[in-house]
C-alpha cells in the first residue's frame, strides 16, 4: 500500500473532507480530478511553471512545441488543408498549455485564420497565454466553457491525457474499482467490487490494474454536437496512447498511470498533491468509437512521426539550422516522441483525404 505520510496542504484537507463526505472513500477519478483541477489549489489551477525543458527551471515536463516549433508550423499544414475543405476561418486550441502552439500556428497560418480560440480552465495558464499572444490582438479570444456550436478547425495537443480516468484493478480473479480512502491520517488505496469492466476483455485471471476513460469519451461525444451544430468543422487530437488490443494487452498488468515533477517520472499519485502532474495514455479506439456514435468521420490515425513526415516536416527542417533540426527529430523520431504519440484526426460530413495520414494511416487498427 503506498500512502502519503503527512496530509498538510489546502488541497490535501479538500480531498480529506471530500473523502470524509463521501462515506470514507472517493473514485479515483473524483482525486485526479481535484489534484489537477482544484480552483487555484490542483496542479493546473495554481501558478507553478509546469512547462519547460530543464528542472531547473521548475518545471515538470516538455511538449513538443516548447521542444521545437517546426513542430506547429508542421501542424499548420493539415489545419490549413482541413480549413479549405470545411470552409472555416477559424480555429479552437483547448488546453493551450505555455501558448507556444497557439503563436506557431498563428504564425504559420496567417490571414486563413481570422479567429483563434483557446478553450481552457486553467486561469494562471490563461494568463500566460494572453502575455505570450498579446501581439495578435483580438484575433485571439479565450472561452472558460464550450459554446453552443463550433465552426472550424479544433487542435488538442496533449489534452486528452490529463482527462481523469477511473481505476480498475482485477485481483484474485474479481474486478474492483480502486479508489483512494484514509489510513489513519494519510491517503490510501482502496478497493471495491465494481460491474464496470474494461471494452477490450483482457485475457487471463492474473492480477491486472488498467484505466478506463469515461470522461475523455464525453469530451469527444460533447465535441461533436458542438462541430455538428455549427456549419462543419474538424478535429486533430494529439497525444500518447494505443488502440485498445495494446492498451488492454495481458502484459500490461499495472496501467499506464504515471505521474511527472521536476522532469522525473513516478507512480504514486497520492503524494505531492497539485505539485505534479498525473497523467494516463489514450485509448484511440474509445475515442474514435466515441466519435462515430456521435456522427463524426475518422479521418485517420497515424504516429506523430508519420504524420508530421505526411505534411513536409522533412523540407522545413533541410532548411533549418542544426539545433534547430536536432529539436526537431525529438518531435519526430520513433525513439523519442515520434511513435510514442498518436493523432487522430475526426471532421463532420463525409471527410476527405487528409495529407496527415496519406502514407502510414494505422484506422484499421483501431
Known amino acids: 500500500m503506498q500512502s502519503e505520510a503527512i496530509l498538510t496542504s489546502p488541497l490535501q484537507a479538500h480531498v480529506v473532507q471530500a473523502i470524509s463526505a463521501s462515506g470514507g472513500w472517493i473514485g479515483f477519478d473524483r482525486f485526479m480530478q481535484m489534484a489537477l483541477y482544484e480552483p487555484g489549489l490542483g496542479y493546473y489551477a495554481n501558478t507553478s511553471p509546469k512547462f519547460g525543458a530543464l528542472p531547473a527551471s521548475g518545471s515538470d515536463f516538455i511538449t513538443a512545441p516548447e521542444l521545437s516549433p517546426l513542430f506547429g508550423q508542421t501542424l499548420a499544414v493539415q489545419v490549413a488543408e482541413a480549413l479549405a475543405a470545411t470552409g472555416s476561418?477559424?480555429?479552437?486550441?483547448?488546453?493551450?498549455?505555455?501558448?507556444?502552439?497557439?503563436?506557431?500556428?498563428?504564425?504559420?497560418?496567417?490571414?486563413?485564420?481570422?479567429?483563434?480560440?483557446i478553450v481552457d480552465?486553467?486561469?494562471?495558464?490563461?494568463?500566460?497565454?494572453?502575455?505570450?499572444?498579446?501581439?495578435?490582438?483580438?484575433?485571439?479570444?479565450?472561452?472558460?466553457?464550450?459554446?453552443?456550436?463550433?465552426?472550424?478547425?479544433?487542435?488538442?495537443?496533449?489534452?486528452?491525457?490529463?482527462?481523469?480516468?477511473?481505476?480498475?484493478?482485477?485481483?484474485?480473479?474479481?474486478?474492483?474499482?480502486?479508489?483512494?480512502?484514509?489510513?489513519?491520517?494519510?491517503?490510501?488505496?482502496?478497493?471495491?467490487?465494481?460491474?464496470?469492466?474494461?471494452?477490450?476483455?483482457?485475457?487471463?485471471?492474473?492480477?491486472?490494474?488498467?484505466?478506463?476513460?469515461?470522461?475523455?469519451?464525453?469530451?469527444?461525444?460533447?465535441l461533436a454536437e458542438r462541430l455538428l451544430a455549427g456549419k462543419g468543422g474538424a478535429a486533430f487530437l494529439i497525444d500518447y496512447g494505443f488502440p485498445e488490443a495494446e492498451y488492454y494487452h495481458p502484459q500490461r498488468i499495472s496501467g499506464t498511470l504515471v505521474c511527472h515533477q521536476a522532469h522525473q517520472v513516478d507512480d504514486n499519485p497520492l503524494i505531492n498533491i497539485g505539485h505534479k502532474d498525473i497523467t494516463a495514455h489514450v485509448d484511440f479506439t474509445g475515442i474514435a468509437l466515441a466519435a462515430q456514435d456521435?456522427?463524426?468521420?475518422?479521418?485517420?490515425?497515424?504516429?506523430?512521426?508519420?504524420?508530421?513526415?505526411?505534411?513536409?516536416?522533412?523540407?522545413?527542417?533541410?532548411?533549418?539550422?542544426?539545433?534547430e533540426r536536432a529539436n526537431a527529430m525529438k518531435v519526430l523520431a520513433e525513439h523519442e516522441m515520434g511513435e510514442l504519440f498518436k493523432i487522430i484526426g475526426l471532421a463532420t460530413g463525409e471527410g476527405w483525404a487528409a495529407c496527415g495520414f496519406a502514407v502510414g494511416d494505422r484506422s484499421h487498427r483501431l
Open 89 to 117: 476561418d477559424e480555429v479552437w486550441e483547448f488546453g493551450a498549455g505555455s501558448g507556444a502552439l497557439a503563436a506557431q500556428l498563428l504564425e504559420a497560418l496567417g490571414d486563413r485564420v481570422h479567429h483563434y480560440h
Open 121 to 222: 480552465v486553467s486561469g494562471t495558464l490563461r494568463t500566460r497565454q494572453q502575455a505570450r499572444l498579446e501581439s495578435w490582438g483580438t484575433r485571439v479570444q479565450w472561452h472558460g466553457t464550450l459554446p453552443p456550436a463550433i465552426n472550424g478547425v479544433v487542435v488538442g495537443n496533449e489534452v486528452l491525457d490529463a482527462m481523469p480516468v477511473q481505476l480498475l484493478a482485477r485481483v484474485g480473479g474479481t474486478w474492483h474499482e480502486r479508489g483512494v480512502a484514509l489510513h489513519g491520517n494519510a491517503l490510501a488505496w482502496a478497493d471495491r467490487p465494481t460491474d464496470l469492466r474494461p471494452p477490450f476483455d483482457i485475457e487471463g485471471e492474473h492480477d491486472v490494474v488498467t484505466e478506463i476513460h469515461p470522461q475523455a469519451r464525453a469530451f469527444v461525444t460533447t
Open 294 to 323: 456521435a456522427g463524426l468521420t475518422v479521418l485517420g490515425y497515424t504516429s506523430q512521426g508519420r504524420f508530421l513526415l505526411n505534411c513536409g516536416i522533412a523540407s522545413l527542417m533541410e532548411a533549418s539550422s542544426l539545433p
